[in-house]
């Protein structure tokens, strides 16, 4: 272990600090997690902006019950678990309100240099792939492939073996392969994003 | 590498190995940060805030002593206390002062007011018996 890995706090320790209202501790596990909590938010919503809203709630309310974490350590995993329960319940909310969907166009809000438009295109395919994909394969692609959780870290939040969150990120990539291969996305673009 | 894979933690293991970069790259299009390179100093900065009110109010539970919750004890526990022990005395006190009852025995209390003789001295007294007629009950 590295001198800076030793000093760098656990998140069992920040969740300790973060319990006495320490912003600085609670900052640090936003940082860590927010990516993941988006990834996860997305995973379930489908929705950019609802990822947001929900992501964002979800580490208010994990605040707000900071002491239910009986595992400082594993705070990612329960932390997750907020986030998926936050996010389907805003799609059960959105679905009997029954919200129209933003153009993925209007959602960033940015002036559009071609790179920023041609992610834009490529983001709105992904959107439409994932979505025809179930939500448990959305999960554990965004989380392996985009987050880099492990495996074992996947199955730990899913209460799912090992073996079924290889299985699931195989036929996930596969579909999303298939999907993406139904559209006009360019190497050109993926090349750009690299 | 886009600028949000380097700012993601790298895994530790083998499953980078098993993490397809060309996937990976794909799924970075969904980064928010790849068209808006502020989003998540933006999505950090609001969270704090709406956190703030809640960060606050554990900050003092943590500053409140025993001392300071025995305190805020006192304040209601100590009048009530007071209270109640003048309630009592005052019970007490008027509880004194009432006139006690009159004491009666129990003969005393059978015969007030009941004209004419008793048992015994009716059978005494040398006086004709009137013919007695007795009734009969059936049940």
Redesign the interface.
Known sequence: MSLKESREPTDGDLVRK??????EA??LL???H??AA??VA?SVTGR?EDA?DA??ES??VA??RLEECRSPDRFAGWMMTIVRNRSRNLVRREALRGTEQVPASAR???PTPDV?TE??E??QV??TALSRIPEVHRQI??L????????REIAQLLELPSGTVRSHLHFA?KA?RQE?SKTAVGADT?RK?? | MSEADKRRPVPEGTDELDREMDMASLLAALDPAAVDRQFWVRFHVRVLKDAAPELARRRLMIQLTVEDVMTSWARTVIPTAVLAAALAGLLLFRGHSAPSPALVGVEELLLAEVEGTTIPGTLAADEVIAPVSFASEGF
């Not at chain 1, 973060?18 to 912003?23: F, L, N, W």
């Not at chain 1, 392996?144 to 495996?151: A, I, Q, T, V």
Request: charged share 30%.
């Open positions: 973060a319990r006495k209202g320490e912003a609670f900052g936003v940082e860590r927010q990516r988006y990834a997305l950019p947001e992501a964002q580490f208010l605040l707000e960033t809000g940015e920023a992610i834009s490529l983001r992904l959107e692609v965004m392996h492939d985009l987050e880099g959780w492990k495996h990539r999303l993406l993926i994003i690299r």
